[in-house]
T-cell receptor, first 109, second 115 residues
Framework: GESVGLHLPTLSVQEGDNSIINCAYS??????FIWYKQESGKGPQFIID?????DKRQGQRVTVLLNKTVKHLSLQIAATQPGDSAVYFC????????FGTGTQLKVEL | KAGVTQTPRYLIKTRGQQVTLSCSPI?????VSWYQQTPGQGLQFLFE???????NKGNFPGRFSGRQFSNSRSEMNVSTLELGDSALYLC??????????????FGPGTRLTVL
Protein backbone atom coordinates (compact mmCIF):
# COMPACT_ATOMS: atom_id res chain seq x y z
CA GLY A 1 0.00 0.00 0.00
CA GLU A 2 0.97 3.63 -0.09
CA SER A 3 2.94 5.08 2.76
CA VAL A 4 5.10 8.11 3.14
CA GLY A 5 7.31 8.33 6.18
CA LEU A 6 9.86 10.68 7.64
CA HIS A 7 13.14 9.55 9.15
CA LEU A 8 13.35 12.09 11.99
CA PRO A 9 10.48 13.57 13.96
CA THR A 10 12.53 16.55 15.26
CA LEU A 11 15.49 18.39 13.77
CA SER A 12 17.35 21.14 15.61
CA VAL A 13 19.76 23.39 13.72
CA GLN A 14 21.69 26.54 14.45
CA GLU A 15 20.63 29.73 12.73
CA GLY A 16 22.60 30.13 9.54
CA ASP A 17 23.29 26.44 9.10
CA ASN A 18 21.80 24.32 6.36
CA SER A 19 18.90 21.98 7.18
CA ILE A 20 18.15 18.66 5.54
CA ILE A 21 14.80 16.97 6.05
CA ASN A 22 14.35 13.46 4.70
CA CYS A 23 11.37 11.48 3.54
CA ALA A 24 10.85 7.92 2.31
CA TYR A 25 7.97 6.82 0.13
CA SER A 26 6.75 3.42 -0.92
CA UNK A 27 4.54 3.97 -3.96
CA UNK A 28 6.88 3.70 -6.92
CA UNK A 29 4.02 4.75 -9.20
CA UNK A 30 3.86 8.23 -7.71
CA UNK A 31 5.01 10.80 -10.22
CA UNK A 32 4.77 13.99 -8.25
CA PHE A 33 6.00 15.04 -4.81
CA ILE A 34 5.44 18.14 -2.72
CA TRP A 35 6.95 19.66 0.39
CA TYR A 36 4.73 21.65 2.74
CA LYS A 37 5.53 23.83 5.72
CA GLN A 38 3.08 24.15 8.58
CA GLU A 39 3.47 26.82 11.22
CA SER A 40 1.63 26.67 14.50
CA GLY A 41 -2.04 27.55 14.10
CA LYS A 42 -1.91 27.59 10.32
CA GLY A 43 -2.64 25.26 7.49
CA PRO A 44 0.16 23.68 5.42
CA GLN A 45 1.86 26.02 2.99
CA PHE A 46 3.32 24.87 -0.33
CA ILE A 47 7.12 25.14 -0.49
CA ILE A 48 8.33 23.31 -3.54
CA ASP A 49 7.41 20.37 -5.75
CA UNK A 50 9.19 17.95 -8.02
CA UNK A 51 8.10 15.54 -10.71
CA UNK A 52 9.43 12.02 -10.96
CA UNK A 53 11.29 12.79 -14.22
CA UNK A 54 13.56 15.16 -12.28
CA ASP A 55 16.12 14.46 -9.57
CA LYS A 56 16.65 17.99 -8.34
CA ARG A 57 14.75 21.23 -8.20
CA GLN A 58 15.76 24.51 -6.63
CA GLY A 59 13.73 27.36 -5.22
CA GLN A 60 14.57 30.33 -3.09
CA ARG A 61 16.86 28.91 -0.35
CA VAL A 62 15.27 25.49 -0.79
CA THR A 63 16.27 22.48 -2.86
CA VAL A 64 14.39 19.23 -3.23
CA LEU A 65 16.23 16.06 -4.22
CA LEU A 66 14.52 12.94 -5.47
CA ASN A 67 16.16 9.53 -5.56
CA LYS A 68 13.73 7.14 -7.23
CA THR A 69 16.07 4.19 -6.91
CA VAL A 70 15.75 4.16 -3.13
CA LYS A 71 12.42 6.03 -3.03
CA HIS A 72 13.84 8.88 -1.06
CA LEU A 73 13.04 12.58 -1.03
CA SER A 74 14.86 15.36 0.80
CA LEU A 75 14.35 19.04 1.42
CA GLN A 76 17.39 21.22 1.91
CA ILE A 77 17.05 24.67 3.42
CA ALA A 78 20.05 26.95 3.06
CA ALA A 79 21.04 29.44 5.76
CA THR A 80 18.21 28.40 8.06
CA GLN A 81 16.42 31.28 9.74
CA PRO A 82 14.19 31.46 12.84
CA GLY A 83 11.20 31.92 10.54
CA ASP A 84 11.87 28.47 9.12
CA SER A 85 10.83 26.88 12.41
CA ALA A 86 7.79 24.76 11.59
CA VAL A 87 6.66 21.24 10.82
CA TYR A 88 7.61 20.07 7.34
CA PHE A 89 5.63 17.45 5.46
CA CYS A 90 6.41 15.62 2.30
CA UNK A 91 3.50 14.41 0.21
CA UNK A 92 3.28 12.08 -2.73
CA UNK A 93 0.62 12.48 -5.36
CA UNK A 94 -1.06 9.56 -7.06
CA UNK A 95 -4.84 9.89 -7.17
CA UNK A 96 -4.70 11.90 -3.97
CA UNK A 97 -2.15 13.47 -1.67
CA UNK A 98 -0.60 11.13 0.87
CA PHE A 99 1.27 13.00 3.55
CA GLY A 100 4.21 11.90 5.65
CA THR A 101 4.09 12.21 9.43
CA GLY A 102 6.05 15.46 9.52
CA THR A 103 9.37 16.70 10.90
CA GLN A 104 9.53 19.49 13.45
CA LEU A 105 12.35 21.87 12.53
CA LYS A 106 13.67 23.97 15.42
CA VAL A 107 16.07 26.80 14.72
CA GLU A 108 18.35 27.70 17.61
CA LEU A 109 19.74 31.23 17.86
CA LYS B 1 -6.92 37.33 -4.11
CA ALA B 2 -8.37 36.00 -0.86
CA GLY B 3 -7.12 32.66 0.40
CA VAL B 4 -9.05 29.61 1.49
CA THR B 5 -11.34 30.41 4.38
CA GLN B 6 -12.85 28.01 6.86
CA THR B 7 -15.59 28.53 9.42
CA PRO B 8 -15.82 28.20 12.28
CA ARG B 9 -12.19 28.23 13.43
CA TYR B 10 -12.97 26.49 16.72
CA LEU B 11 -15.81 24.22 17.72
CA ILE B 12 -16.66 22.21 20.81
CA LYS B 13 -19.21 19.41 20.60
CA THR B 14 -20.24 16.44 22.71
CA ARG B 15 -20.31 12.79 21.76
CA GLY B 16 -23.27 11.80 19.65
CA GLN B 17 -23.82 15.25 18.20
CA GLN B 18 -23.26 16.16 14.59
CA VAL B 19 -21.23 19.01 13.14
CA THR B 20 -20.99 20.88 9.83
CA LEU B 21 -17.83 22.66 8.76
CA SER B 22 -17.62 25.12 5.92
CA CYS B 23 -14.91 25.95 3.41
CA SER B 24 -14.72 28.69 0.80
CA PRO B 25 -12.04 28.04 -1.81
CA ILE B 26 -9.93 30.58 -3.61
CA UNK B 27 -11.97 32.37 -6.25
CA UNK B 28 -11.95 30.37 -9.47
CA UNK B 29 -10.90 27.10 -7.87
CA UNK B 30 -13.30 24.25 -8.48
CA UNK B 31 -11.55 21.50 -6.51
CA VAL B 32 -11.92 21.31 -2.75
CA SER B 33 -10.32 18.62 -0.61
CA TRP B 34 -10.77 17.89 3.07
CA TYR B 35 -8.18 16.48 5.47
CA GLN B 36 -8.16 15.43 9.10
CA GLN B 37 -5.04 16.20 11.10
CA THR B 38 -4.33 14.55 14.45
CA PRO B 39 -1.09 14.10 16.41
CA GLY B 40 -1.35 10.35 16.12
CA GLN B 41 -2.38 9.87 12.50
CA GLY B 42 -1.01 13.01 10.90
CA LEU B 43 -2.71 14.43 7.84
CA GLN B 44 -5.27 12.07 6.35
CA PHE B 45 -7.28 12.61 3.23
CA LEU B 46 -11.06 12.60 3.65
CA PHE B 47 -12.48 13.42 0.23
CA GLU B 48 -12.26 15.71 -2.75
CA UNK B 49 -15.00 17.50 -4.63
CA UNK B 50 -14.76 18.93 -8.10
CA UNK B 51 -17.60 20.77 -9.79
CA UNK B 52 -20.09 19.56 -7.17
CA UNK B 53 -19.11 15.89 -7.57
CA UNK B 54 -17.09 13.77 -5.19
CA UNK B 55 -14.23 12.43 -7.27
CA ASN B 56 -12.06 10.85 -4.62
CA LYS B 57 -12.56 9.48 -1.14
CA GLY B 58 -10.26 8.39 1.68
CA ASN B 59 -10.73 5.59 4.19
CA PHE B 60 -13.12 7.16 6.63
CA PRO B 61 -16.44 5.78 7.88
CA GLY B 62 -19.73 6.89 6.42
CA ARG B 63 -20.27 9.27 9.34
CA PHE B 64 -18.02 11.63 7.42
CA SER B 65 -19.71 13.19 4.43
CA GLY B 66 -19.40 16.27 2.31
CA ARG B 67 -20.88 18.25 -0.46
CA GLN B 68 -20.01 21.08 -2.79
CA PHE B 69 -22.21 23.85 -4.02
CA SER B 70 -22.39 25.49 -7.42
CA ASN B 71 -20.21 28.38 -6.19
CA SER B 72 -17.54 25.77 -5.21
CA ARG B 73 -18.03 26.33 -1.50
CA SER B 74 -17.92 23.05 0.36
CA GLU B 75 -19.22 21.65 3.59
CA MET B 76 -18.30 18.55 5.47
CA ASN B 77 -20.50 16.88 8.02
CA VAL B 78 -19.65 14.46 10.77
CA SER B 79 -22.57 12.67 12.39
CA THR B 80 -22.65 10.82 15.71
CA LEU B 81 -19.42 12.38 16.91
CA GLU B 82 -16.88 10.27 18.75
CA LEU B 83 -14.04 11.40 21.01
CA GLY B 84 -11.58 10.28 18.35
CA ASP B 85 -13.02 12.79 15.90
CA SER B 86 -11.29 15.58 17.79
CA ALA B 87 -8.88 17.00 15.25
CA LEU B 88 -7.93 19.89 13.04
CA TYR B 89 -9.98 19.69 9.86
CA LEU B 90 -8.25 21.28 6.90
CA CYS B 91 -9.73 22.30 3.62
CA UNK B 92 -7.66 22.87 0.50
CA UNK B 93 -8.51 24.20 -2.91
CA UNK B 94 -6.74 23.51 -6.13
CA UNK B 95 -6.11 25.58 -9.25
CA UNK B 96 -8.69 26.13 -11.89
CA UNK B 97 -7.65 23.08 -13.88
CA UNK B 98 -8.35 20.94 -10.86
CA UNK B 99 -5.64 18.45 -11.75
CA UNK B 100 -3.57 16.74 -9.09
CA UNK B 101 -0.44 18.62 -10.09
CA UNK B 102 -2.06 22.00 -9.59
CA UNK B 103 -0.83 23.57 -6.38
CA UNK B 104 -3.12 22.95 -3.45
CA UNK B 105 -3.73 25.84 -1.07
CA PHE B 106 -4.82 25.13 2.47
CA GLY B 107 -7.08 27.06 4.78
CA PRO B 108 -6.26 27.65 8.46
CA GLY B 109 -8.43 24.75 9.58
CA THR B 110 -11.27 24.20 12.01
CA ARG B 111 -10.26 22.86 15.41
CA LEU B 112 -12.95 20.44 16.53
CA THR B 113 -13.01 19.21 20.12
CA VAL B 114 -15.38 16.42 21.08
CA LEU B 115 -16.13 16.08 24.78
Amino acid sequence: GESVGLHLPTLSVQEGDNSIINCAYSNSASDYFIWYKQESGKGPQFIIDIRSNMDKRQGQRVTVLLNKTVKHLSLQIAATQPGDSAVYFCAEVSNKLTFGTGTQLKVEL
Amino acid sequence: KAGVTQTPRYLIKTRGQQVTLSCSPISGHRSVSWYQQTPGQGLQFLFEYFSETQRNKGNFPGRFSGRQFSNSRSEMNVSTLELGDSALYLCASRGTGGTLTDTQYFGPGTRLTVL
